[in-house]
């Protein structure tokens, strides 16, 4: 246990804290998929013409040239916010094309569960055409070995499902909405310095 400025005990076994802080900490390398899994759904949603295009651009892209390269480092930092703040770094490539990039601050919640995510993210390879900033929240679950995220992503609510392996070295995630499915399967490759 550490103490909290304020004199009390933090929790250092708090799932969110074992989630980001024990596991999730250090360097990840994976692939990502995404898929649109209906297309009538994806075409009746009033999710836009730029999200629509992004969406069929990315969908094209998969299916031609098979699952992106996945990228993320994620930093702990256990002392800023109320209860501690992981920082991450998420990219997606292909051909070494950057197509996605996000970096996300996991700001935990006291109640050693809740998180809420602020995020930056950029789709596509160049810089300040797509972008946007975004808050959503998280739970995680399972003693700290999964956790379930609320996204808005491409204009459409998703929910990802995010679960850890037994051995804590590598990661899968099911992100599911009305008409996509994307999954990520990633392996820690290096734990922090």
């Not at 651009?57 to 209860?83: N, W």
């Not at 197509?99 to 996991?106: A, D, T």
């Amino acid at each position: 246990m550490t103490m909290e400025s304020e004199g009390t005990p933090r929790r250092t076994d708090a799932p969110n804290r074992v989630y980001y802080f024990t596991i999730g900490t250090g360097t990840w390398h994976g692939t990502a998929t995404f898929r649109v899994t209906s297309w009538r759904r994806f075409l009746r949603s009033p999710i836009g013409v730029t999200n629509k295009l992004l969406v069929t651009t990315m969908h094209l892209i998969e299916r031609l040239t098979g699952p992106l390269r996945q990228e993320s480092t994620i930093v702990a930092k256990p002392d800023v916010e109320e209860f501690g703040r992981a920082d991450n770094v998420v990219r997606m490539t292909k051909f070494g094309v950057t197509l996605y990039l996000l970096e996300e601050q996991y700001v935990l919640n006291g109640n050693g569960t809740g998180v809420t995510v602020r995020g930056h993210e950029r789709l596509g390879p160049v810089p300040g055409l797509f972008t946007r900033t975004l808050t959503y929240s998280a739970e995680v679950h399972d003693d700290g070995m999964a956790a379930t995220y609320r996204m808005p992503l491409l204009g459409s609510d998703w929910i990802g499902e995010y679960r850890v392996s037994a051995d804590r070295g590598s990661l899968f995630a099911e992100l599911l909405c009305d008409w996509g499915r994307a999954t990520e399967e990633t392996r820690r490759i290096s734990a922090p310095a």
